[in-house]
Structures are given as structure tokens and as C-alpha cells.
């Protein structure tokens, strides 16, 4: 399912039962992350804020903070409709025959309607031109007590290869310093961040377009890791299974999607210094520190007439975003095995904010095989600052996370089993002696091999026979248990 605005999302959650309207005023200042926080923390429904203080616009948080509301998102029930979509798609060889052929056709057509597409008319993003453009009319957020002030913390950030052309989204948040200005915390290894230094290079400035709400898959796709050079309008269009519609912008050279709630028109010039950023409490749940980077100029605001703001607080875990994490996981598994072989299953768990640990399942096939694996997910995208990979067998369930604590533990020996490797770490990880680069831990708890230096008999798990588990079922149900 393809929403035509944020609104129509917002309307769904609230006939599911997922969202709440707040009527009564609350404050950007600190009071609505709050909220936002502890309801995220109890499971509880989204929150439309109607009345925030100083602005006339409604404010979403917590639209993805569920896996209902992840899946419907992203215009499924279920995340694992994508994930099997996204498989059979890897998965295609060309066709041998005609049966063949037509078989393919639904999947092809599926990959034709993922190309963003303009259109002309007025699009609803451009429905008031908000003059003189102000962003302190809009309900920004600060989060936490030591921010360094309000930041846009769902943004949609679009840019365009200095070079190819080739359009790119990410979601980096921006701090607000004035009614035309805000940070642009491009980290080191982003997409936008290179687009940046290469424009530097060029002597260019950089066109920046901020999309704010429409589709909430606009939201997700800016979060998704696809290699720098796809364009994330692609995926996007592949989950709705609807095109991007787009129209131009006002005063910059670039597109923007039509159903966006707001459009946020500007530049970033790389001839101009970096400005201190921050602090921000993170998703790490502690705060990152101030340093300098690009700030971004708006040149123009437009908006829908019933624009609706949306917005995240990000924190110590569980947050929001780690349902967007979560559905990365689950979406780029097919893609990662396509290049990782033998991998099985992964998981990222919420507590180790997506880069500090990565459970992966392997069919082991061949002596150190956990090594080459750990070194392949190093050397992966955004994989690559995984900072602790344990890799299990595939009868592991990675998902049960007391299974993963039994089967590693009494699966490894810590002097032959763990080992250490340098290599590029999370900008936001404060634990490493420099920025973005510092020390892996690889932990290989697979059953091990002969060629592995193991020669004793390895011993198997104690499993109940299947006739016997059927049979002692029977006897729980007889004797009322
Ligand atoms: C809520 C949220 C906020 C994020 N904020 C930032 C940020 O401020 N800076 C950044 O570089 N990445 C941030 N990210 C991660 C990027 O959006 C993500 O790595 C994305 O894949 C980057 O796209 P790119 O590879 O096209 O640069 C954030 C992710 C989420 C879910």
C-alpha cells in the first residue's frame, strides 16, 4: 500500500487503535521527547501533538515504535512480505523458457514501478510558499537537557552526486541556529558527507532539499544502507509498489517527492566553515559531543496546507528507531547473503544500537569460516562498523538471545576463539581513541573442525526425541498442565 500523505498514515494508525491525539498543549522544550520516551518504553500508541507550544503545525512522534506500525509503514502487514519479495528478487536467474518468462513478469513489473517519476500540476507539497521562510514557526524539539538546542531529528535529506547526478536520501539530523540556518551532521563515511567533499573539491556548493513527512516509507528509505549511487527513491518506490511522484523545487536543482508535508529548500557551502554541532543525546543513549560540521542555508519553505511535523527521540534503547533498525535487518538480509556465504540469520540487538553487536548464524561449510565472515562484514557498507560479531552455528536461534548466551559460552575457548581486528568504528562510538576507527572483536562460538585444530569428539546438544516431545504434550494437556 502506497499513502498519499502522512495524514492518511496517521488517520490508519488511529483507526488500528495505534495512535493517540493530544489536545491539550505541550511543550517542544524537552516535555514532548519525555512523553515520547517513556511511551516507547511501556509499548504504547503513537502520538499526534495537536497543540504544541509556539507553532501552529500538529506534531507526530512514534509512527514506527512497533512492528504493526514498522510493517504498515512500509505498506505491509508483515516486514517478512518485503523480506520474501526482496529474496525471490536476489534470487532471479534468467529465464530458460517461456513459462519462465512469465513467470518473471509480476517481479519485473514490480522493479519498473520503483523508478521515481515527475509530474506536473501542484503537488501538495508546495501547496503555501511560506513567506519570508521561518523555521522557528515549525514544532522542532529539544530532546534532551544538555542538547545543544532544537533539532530536526526526522529529516529527509536529499542531495545529488556532485559528478553522476545520482540522487541520494539519508536521514541526518540538523540543529536549529536561526530561522534560515541548521547543522547538517553528515557523518564520516555518508553518502551526503561525500557529496559534500566532493562539491568542496569541485569549488560547488551543494544543493540541499529537506523533505519532512508524505510517505513514512520516505522516512525509512532514508535510513536504509544501500550502496552509495542507488538512489533510495528506488527502494521506496519497490516497498509501496508505487512510484515517487516528484516535482521540482522552487529556487534549487532538485526534485522533491510531491506528497511531502514539508519541503525545506537551501544549500550547504563547502567554502564556508564548518560550525560546532551539538551536544545531542544520541542513539547510543548518551550525548556525542560538539564538533564542527557543514551548516545548510534555507532558501525556501513550502508546505501542505494541513502539514503534520514529524519527529523521533532517540535515546538509550529501546527508542524508535530501533524498529527502523530492526526492518534494515530484516530487508538487507537477503542482499547481505548474496555476498556473505553461508550466512544464515542476523541479528542486531536493540541494546547494542545497531553498530556494537551483530549475532550472525552461519552453515559452516569450511575450517574458519567465522573469521572470513566476521572480515567480509568488516569491510561491508554501513556492516563495517559492526564493533562485536559472534558467529553461531545454524541451528541457533540468534533471535533468542538466552539460546545465543548457552550455545556461544560453551562453544568457545576465549584464547582460540576471540580475536581482535582494527577497523572503522561508528563516528558516534566514544569508546574508541579516535573518530571512527578503532578495535573489533570477532567471537567464532561454531561447532569446530579437525582442520581447525580441534580433535577431540565435539559434543552434541541433548534434544528430546520428537515422538517423545509429541507424546509428553499429550500427557501435559491429560493431567491439566
Ligand atoms: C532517527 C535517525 C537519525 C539519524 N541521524 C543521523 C545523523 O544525524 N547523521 C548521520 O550521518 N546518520 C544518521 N542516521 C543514520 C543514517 O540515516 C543512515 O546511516 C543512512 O543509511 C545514511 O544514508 P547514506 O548511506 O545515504 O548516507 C540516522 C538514522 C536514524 C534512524
Redesign the pocket.
Known amino acids: 500500500m502506497a499513502y498519499r500523505s502522512l495524514r492518511e498514515f496517521t488517520d490508519r494508525l488511529q483507526a488500528a487503535g495505534e495512535l493517540v491525539r493530544v489536545a491539550r498543549e505541550l511543550d517542544p522544550h524537552l516535555e514532548i521527547a519525555a512523553l515520547a520516551a517513556a511511551l516507547v518504553r511501556r509499548g504504547g500508541p503513537a502520538l499526534l501533538c495537536e497543540n504544541v507550544r509556539g507553532s501552529r503545525f500538529p506534531l507526530l512522534i512514534g509512527a514506527y515504535a512497533g512492528a504493526r506500525r514498522m510493517a504498515w509503514a512500509l505498506g505491509v502487514d508483515d516486514l517478512a512480505e518485503h523480506a520474501r519479495a526482496i529474496e525471490e528478487l536476489v534470487r532471479t536467474q534468467p529465464p530458460a523458457g517461456m513459462m519462465d518468462k512469465l513467470r518473471m513478469l509480476p517481479k519485473l513489473a514490480r522493479v519498473a514501478q520503483a523508478a521515481p517519476k515527475r509530474v506536473g500540476g501542484r503537488a501538495p507539497c508546495q501547496e503555501v510558499v511560506m513567506e519570508p521562510p521561518d523555521l522557528g514557526l515549525l514544532p522542532i524539539m529539544t530532546c534532551w537537557p544538555r542538547d545543544g538546542g532544537p533539532f530536526v ?2 529529516p529527509v535529506v536529499i542531495t545529488k552526486d556532485p559528478d553522476t547526478g545520482v540522487r ?6 540538523m540543529q536549529l541556529y536561526g530561522p534560515r540556518e541548521t547543522g547538517m ?3 564520516l563515511y ?3 558527507r561525500r557529496h559534500y567533499q566532493r562539491a568542496r573539491e569541485l569549488g560547488r556548493r551543494v544543493d540541499v532539499a529537506v523533505v519532512l513527512g508524505g510517505d513514512p516509507v520516505l522516512a525509512y528509505a ?5 550502496p ?1 549511487g542507488v538512489d ?1 527513491l528506488l527502494l521506496a518506490g519497490f516497498l509501496r509498489r508505487k512510484p515517487v511522484e516528484l516535482v521540482p523545487c522552487k529556487t534549487i536543482d532538485l526534485e522533491v517527492p510531491a506528497c511531502a508535508d514539508f519541503v525545506l529548500e537551501g544549500y550547504v557551502d563547502p567554502a564556508e566553515p564548518m560550525r560546532p554541532e551539538g551536544p545531542f543525546g544520541d ?1 547510543t543513549g548518551y550525548y556525542t559531543p560538539v564538533v564542527p560540521y557543514p551548516v545548510f542555508h534555507v532558501t525556501a519553505i513550502t508546505h501542505r496546507r494541513d502539514a503534520i511535523y514529524p519527529s ?1 527521540v ?1 535515546g538509550p534503547p529501546p527508542m524508535e ?1 530501533a524498529w ?1 533498525g530492526k526492518a534494515t535487518e530484516r530487508l538487507f538480509l537477503p542482499l547481505l547473503k548474496t555476498t556473505v556465504p553461508g550466512l544464515v540469520d542476523m541479528n542486531l540487538p536493540i541494546e547494542g544500537v545497531f553498530h556494537n553487536l551483530a549475532i550472525v548464524s552461519i552453515r559452516k561449510s569450511e575450517p574458519h569460516q567465522a573469521r572470513k565472515l566476521c572480515y567480509a562484514l568488516w569491510g561491508l557498507g ?1 556492516m563495517a562498523t559492526a564493533k562485536c560479531v559472534v558467529v553461531v552455528d545454524e541451528d541457533v536461534n540468534v533471535h533468542d538471545l538466552r539460546e545465543v548466551t548457552w550455545r556461544a559460552l560453551t562453544s568457545i575457548d576465549p584464547k582460540r576463539d576471540v580475536f581482535f581486528a582494527d577497523g572503522t568504528i561508528d563516528e558516534l562510538d566514544h569508546a574508541s581513541c579516535g573518530l571512527g576507527f578503532g578495535g573489533k572483536i570477532g567471537i567464532d562460538a561454531t561447532r569446530k573442525l579437525p582442520e581447525e585444530g580441534y580433535t577431540r569428539e565435539w559434543m552434541e546438544v541433548c534434544r528430546t526425541e520428537p515422538q517423545v516431545a509429541r507424546r509428553v504434550e499429550g500427557v501435559l494437556k491429560e493431567i491439566g498442565l
Open positions: 531529528t526526522m541520494n536520501l539519508g536521514m541526518y539530523r551532521h553528515w557523518q555518508k553518502t551526503g532514508a535510513t536504509a544502507p544501500l552509495d533510495e542513539h523521533t532517540v528507531d527502523l554501513q
